[in-house]
């Protein structure tokens, strides 16, 4: 906290560099972290000083680097990646003749060796280097998004993305979380730009030839991934969020659109200020919106200056749905999160990356939840334990601690275990310690790390010492082992008003039989009442435990969902929550019904459970709720598009089930209706719309056609709802309209939209003309790849066959750190085992064998598919048969034979 204090102080004097290059022991690099880079030497600062020629994709740069050297050495290994380097000298701190290097690359290691005539003594030097680079056109190092401004003039910014390794391609460096160091940039740039960095501009002056050359402040100590550079015809808007200045960058023009993101960002600080116990540390905090897209991350949290693709940034009326309007506040809190766990507090390697992103991804919900308690936040964890689960539950997942040896398993690492399974567990974790103890833990935990690297260990051993004994057993089993615990529930026994039950702790597994492997044990707290009843928390570690609960009546496990397991009841004792289900919490009602469905899907039980379940989501209920089974049933309807009797049953139970509430909610937004209701509609809207409803489809007609000659024809919030049932249903005239709204559209966001609209037609025949398109100049360098990802939705195989095929014209429209992750999320849909040999085809030819992750995952999930299938099928087939109105005799037919209604 002094620390920090001492800090801000510095910073009031301006002229001051923000954190004195404080000398750093040369083993505060810890020697045991799987380092790419020989430990030789430790960099403190960098002067970095660029020239970008957008126009042609380049630039031009000089570092010079200040190390100490830490053994004697003749040659020095650096990271760097799409550089030239054209000239490397180094010099004593403490003067002496200066040393020439001679250079080597290892474009494969993405290193850079210099090789010095006689071998250097430790000390301190500085290195200099002089080198080029590319401008890349998707986001990795530097990169340009091409855009129209408001005005419909063309216009290029370029931005920066280094996380987790692209530093190396915008400067030659010590590339690695662990080598924290102080940066100094400077940008000669357009002199009718603004380029943004993490700190506040120092200086800026004309030089000529219609350049500006612009410095900005010293940073603090941080890792590479964290620098942030941009410039561009932007806007900016700011507001004073105590002592420290918030603004968004954005296209200029786009100033009134970025109100909400900038009210948002002054509304965290102060509350994240308060929940960390020590004040942001730097000047400002600006928010850097870019125009265009990655198919795998939407925001990034370079320290001070947060970049963030516009569509989840920028409030435009004519476009954002109330979900985007949600997700800029969500992302927010995410990034800025970051600025603390991450950014101030840095994890030493990447096998703890889950400490930056579960924590940012927990940490954002609980702002969240504080602002906006209507939002349905705690529906929403629920959910993303349930998305972790699903990757889990398979024997390809992997610990949250995982060990992590290549870029590319770096790259990977970026994943639902990490993120989602993080935040449930933390979840989780802060329920077992009480929220004070959990805060005075993550207070101890930033003041002894800031400006530092940890390990999940220190943060444990905070939490611990702050009070909450125990914790890092359970903490242990749930991150450094992969998996999901099942609790199995006994027959439970009444006597004297309590309920005795025995907890048999199992593994649950989607793709193993249970007794064919050997489940792992774990210490679960489970908390457990009778429906309506006090709860109780019992730790299980052991095989069996013995719980006394009290009352009697219907026992449920996980009360609060904050558990990370599933729950199998006996099937008498899952009759009687289903039975008593209205009496049951809400949030408890849509965990269970999760719950149930996945151990039917998995096998564990007769799918009957489940859709019983399901069935039993009352009309009316919480929007969430009916959301859950809602999308299940749409979910349904696809998985029997081969079988149109029973996806005829599906349609009649959808409509006659939902029908009614869009009829009472409205097809447009009620002034002051519940947010969760507005983010229900366009679901509500989408899944009736794809079974023919006829009031939805008659509606959808009758937008379109207004549209043609109306852009505003309808609310911006509900204009993707509608556009996206057209482009499902499309014919080949429709899609042509689409696409003609897509080539006129202005802003950024909306031409993005309607070109991934055409990728979701169900015609395969537009589908296929989606992907070709997606491979010329039209659409743009970073929507071709979102376009590919829509036609997959719906023909996964297509799409596969199209890539693989086409690889050469693909490729350079995807993130160059997500090549596998793209090939693996195109196929994962798949109904073809013979997309499996395809998949392992792909990965022999071009995949090293450490590497191979997110292929394996998408052939284990196609497996596990193909091998339930049928089972799954036939049960809900049947249970539907049984569940099914029966239809109006015909005349002079016998009356059909009833059959019992059971939900
Ligand atoms: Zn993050």
């Known amino acids: 906290m002094k620390f920090v204090a001492a800090l801000l102080a510095s910073v009031a004097l301006a002229s001051t560099p923000l954190v004195a290059a404080a000398p750093r022991q040369a083993d505060t690099v810890d020697p045991t972290l799987p380092t790419q880079l020989p430990r030789t030497a430790i960099p403190r600062h960098y002067a970095i000083s660029v020239t970008p020629h957008a126009e042609r994709l380049s630039f031009d740069g000089d570092v010079a680097i200040d190390l100490e050297v830490v053994k004697p050495t003749g040659e020095l290994v650096l990271n760097a990646a799409d550089l030239e380097l054209a000239s490397a000298t180094l010099r004593p701190q403490n003067g002496g003749a200066a040393l020439p290097a001679r250079i080597s690359l290892d474009p494969k290691g993405e290193t850079a060796t210099l090789t010095f005539a006689r071998t250097v003594a430790p000390g301190a030097y500085r290195l200099a280097i002089r080198y080029s680079g590319q401008i890349h056109t998707q986001a990795n190092g530097l990169f340009a998004l091409d855009y129209k401004n408001p005005a419909g003039a063309e216009r290029r910014a370029i931005f920066t993305q280094f996380e987790p390794a692209d530093a190396r391609r915008f400067f030659p460096g010590w590339d690695e979380p662990d080598y924290k160091a102080t940066f100094d940039l400077a940008a000669r740039v357009p002199a009718g730009e603004m380029a943004v960095s993490n700190m506040p501009a120092a200086s800026s002056r004309e030089i000529g030839g219609g350049l500006k050359e612009v410095r900005f402040q010293p940073t603090p100590v941080m890792?590479?991934?964290l620098l942030f550079f941009g410039s561009g015809d932007f806007g900016r808007i700011t507001k004073m969020a105590g002592k420290t200045e918030v603004g968004i960058v954005m296209g200029r023009g786009n100033e009134a659109k970025a109100r909400t993101a900038l009210d948002a960002e002054a509304q965290i600080l102060p509350y994240y200020n308060e929940y960390f116990g020590t004040p942001y540390p730097l000047p400002k905090l600006d928010n850097v919106a870019?125009?265009?897209?990655?198919?795998?991350?939407?925001?990034?949290?370079?320290?001070?200056?947060?970049?963030?693709?516009?569509?989840?940034?920028?409030?435009?009326?004519?476009?954002?749905?109330?979900?985007e309007r949600q997700a800029i506040f969500g992302v927010e809190a995410h990034e800025m999160a970051h600025q603390w766990f991450g950014d101030l507090v840095t994890m030493a390697w990447w096998d703890d990356l889950w400490l930056n992103e579960g924590f940012a991804s927990w940490m954002a919900r609980k702002a969240t939840k504080h602002f906006h308690p209507d939002w349905g936040e705690e529906f929403g964890a629920v959910g993303s334990r349930e998305g972790a689960m699903g990757q889990d539950a398979l024997s390809t997942t992997h610990p949250i601690v995982q060990k992590v040896r290549t870029v590319e398993q770096a790259n990977q690492a970026f994943d639902s275990i990490t993120y989602s399974k993080g935040e449930s567990v933390l979840n989780m974790l802060e329920g077992y310690a009480g929220a004070d103890v959990w805060q005075r833990g993550i207070q101890a935990y930033i003041r002894a790390h800031a400006y530092r690297n940890t390990r999940t260990d220190d943060l444990w051993r905070a939490v611990e010492a702050a009070g909450a004994r125990g914790l890092t057993q359970i903490a242990h089993d749930f991150t450094l082992q992969p998996g999901v615990p099942l609790i199995r529930v006994g027959p439970a026994s009444c006597a004297a008003g309590q309920s005795r039950v025995v907890l048999t702790q199992d593994e649950f597994s989607s793709d193993r039989k249970p007794g064919s492997f050997a489940p792992l044990t774990w210490h679960v707290p489970v908390k457990l009442s009778v429906v309506g009843g006090k709860p109780v928390t019992a730790l299980t570690s052991g095989r069996e435990t013995q719980v006394t609960v009290p009352g009697c009546g219907p026992l449920l496990a996980n009360v609060g969902q904050t558990g990370y397991y599933r729950t199998l009841y006996p099937a008498a004792a899952a009759e009687q929550l289903r039975a008593n289900f209205t009496r049951i919490d809400p949030l408890d009602e849509y965990g269970l019904v999760h719950d149930q469905l996945e151990l039917s899907e998995a096998g564990y039980q007769p799918m009957a459970i489940g859709l019983d379940l399901v069935a039993a989501i009352p009309v009316p209920a919480r929007p969430e709720l009916l959301s859950l089974g809602n999308s299940y049933w749409a979910g349904l309807y696809k998985e029997f598009d081969e079988d149109a009797a029973t996806q005829r049953l599906i349609a009649t139970l959808i409509e006659q089930r939902y029908a009614p509430v869009l009829a009472k909610i409205g097809l447009n937004a009620a002034p002051n209706e519940l947010p969760t209701v507005t983010t229900f509609r366009p679901q509500l809207i989408q899944s009736l719309g794809e079974v023919g409803d006829a009031r939805v489809t008659a509606e959808a007609r009758r937008i379109f056609a207004a549209l043609q000659s109306d852009p505003d024809a309808v609310a911006g919030g509900l204009k993707q709802t509608w556009l996206s049932l057209i482009a499902t249903n499309a014919d080949a005239a429709t899609w042509d309209q689409l696409h003609a709204m897509a080539r006129k559209a202005s802003s950024a966001t909306e031409r993005q939209n309607l070109y991934s609209l055409l990728g979701r037609t169900k015609d395969e025949a537009l589908a296929k003309r989606a992907l070709e398109l997606a491979l010329t100049d039209e659409p743009g360098r970073t929507v071709s790849a979102g376009m590919i990802t829509a036609v997959a939705g719906r023909h996964p195989d297509l799409?596969?066959?199209?890539?693989?095929?086409?690889?050469?014209?693909?490729?350079?429209?995807?993130?160059?750190?997500?090549?596998?992750?793209?090939?693996?999320?195109?196929?994962?849909?798949?109904?073809?085992?013979?997309?499996?040999?395809k998949l392992e085809a792909y990965a022999k030819g071009n995949i090293s064998a450490t590497d191979r992750k997110p292929i394996d995952q998408a052939i284990n999930v196609i497996r596990v598919r193909l091998g339930n299938e049928a089972r799954i099928k036939s049960e809900v087939a049947a249970w539907l048969r049984s569940h099914a109105e029966e239809p109006a005799p015909a005349p002079g037919s016998p009356p059909a034979p009833s059959q019992p209604e059971r939900g």
């Open 223 to 225: 890792s590479s991934y």
């Open 290 to 323: 870019g125009p265009g897209q990655s198919q795998f991350f939407s925001a990034m949290e370079n320290w001070g200056a947060i970049f963030t693709f516009e569509r989840v940034l920028l409030d435009d009326p004519a476009v954002t749905t109330e979900s």
């Open 799 to 837: 799409a596969l066959d199209f890539v693989l095929s086409r690889w050469s014209e693909v490729e350079k429209f995807v993130d160059l750190s997500a090549k596998s992750r793209f090939i693996g999320r195109i196929a994962s849909g798949s109904h073809d085992a013979a997309t499996i040999g």
